[in-house]
């Protein structure tokens, strides 16, 4: 188990940039795939990015890819996403989490039992 705090989020203008910071308590976060998830008022929660154990193999949904970079730090028990070119549609409460398999394959949050408390990310018009 490992436990998940995000931070980063707020404002900015369309067009703008942020990065989202993911720290992780407990000894086993390198063995860890870890992913990035939002979620808007009245939608469902989706799937951003994921990373894999060693940062080697990374993947995106489609409407963030080019615009995000997801990464990690094993070293600092970190996660990132870098968040460019941001659009209003961006806007979301974003979730970091963590898969045990390590594997960096799945974008559903049914393979993901760690979870932060997640930051708001507002983007402006």
């Known amino acids: 188990q490992v436990h998940l705090v995000e931070s980063g989020g707020g404002l900015v203008k369309a067009g703008g940039s942020l990065r989202l910071s993911c720290a992780a308590s407990g000894r086993t976060f390198s063995n860890y795939a870890m992913a990035w998830f939002r979620q808007a008022p009245g939608k469902e929660r989706e799937f951003v990015a994921v990373v894999n154990w060693s940062g080697g193999t990374t993947s995106y949904a489609n409407s963030v890819k080019g615009r995000f970079t997801i990464s990690r730090d094993n070293a600092k028990n970190t996660v990132y996403l870098q968040m460019n070119s941001l659009k209003p549609e961006d806007t979301a409460v974003y979730y970091c989490?963590?898969?045990?398999?390590?594997?960096?394959?799945?974008?559903?949050?049914?393979?993901?039992?760690?979870w932060g408390q997640g930051t708001q990310v507002t983007v402006s018009s």
């Open positions: 989490a963590g898969d045990p398999s390590g594997s960096g394959y799945y974008t559903s949050p049914v393979y993901y039992n760690n």
